[in-house]
């Protein structure tokens, strides 16, 4: 499976993105999804997961603003992103796997494959 991320862009603060990840293939199989981000100098970190089942979870640093979901009939995962701000700018990556769909798991970024990434700049 091919990941490939589209979306980012640069945007001032208290904006809206939304971030695409389109698969090569069929997600049906993939029992979790999710996004992750790094930012220059820092580790990489879950930003939000899906499961197959539409289960979710965020990031508290993104709690409320962020929104993760996926369309199984177009192969497709999305991050909505609201009142954005400048601590959030970072290379973000899609990444999708067969793993249990577990905290730990998505968490620590136990997935299967990922996309190249797609930067998201916030400007104060």
């Known amino acids: 499976v091919q990941l490939v991320e589209t979306g980012g862009g640069l945007v001032q603060a208290g904006g809206s993105l939304r971030l695409s990840c389109a698969a090569s293939g069929s997600i049906l199989s993939l029992t979790a999804m999710g996004w992750y981000r790094q930012a220059p100098g820092k580790e990489r970190e879950l930003v939000a997961a899906?499961?197959?089942?539409?289960?979710?979870l965020y990031a508290d640093s993104v709690k409320g603003r962020f929104a993760i979901s996926r369309d199984n009939a177009k192969n497709t995962l999305y991050l909505q992103m609201h009142s954005l701000k400048p601590e959030d700018t970072a290379m973000y990556y899609c990444?999708?796997?067969?793993?249990?769909?577990?905290?730990?798991?998505?968490?620590?970024?136990?997935?299967?494959?990922w996309g190249k990434g797609t930067l998201v700049t916030v400007s104060s």
């Open positions: 899906i499961s197959s089942g539409g289960s979710t």
């Open positions: 990444a999708a796997g067969t793993v249990p769909y577990t905290d730990y798991n998505v968490s620590r970024g136990g997935m299967d494959y």
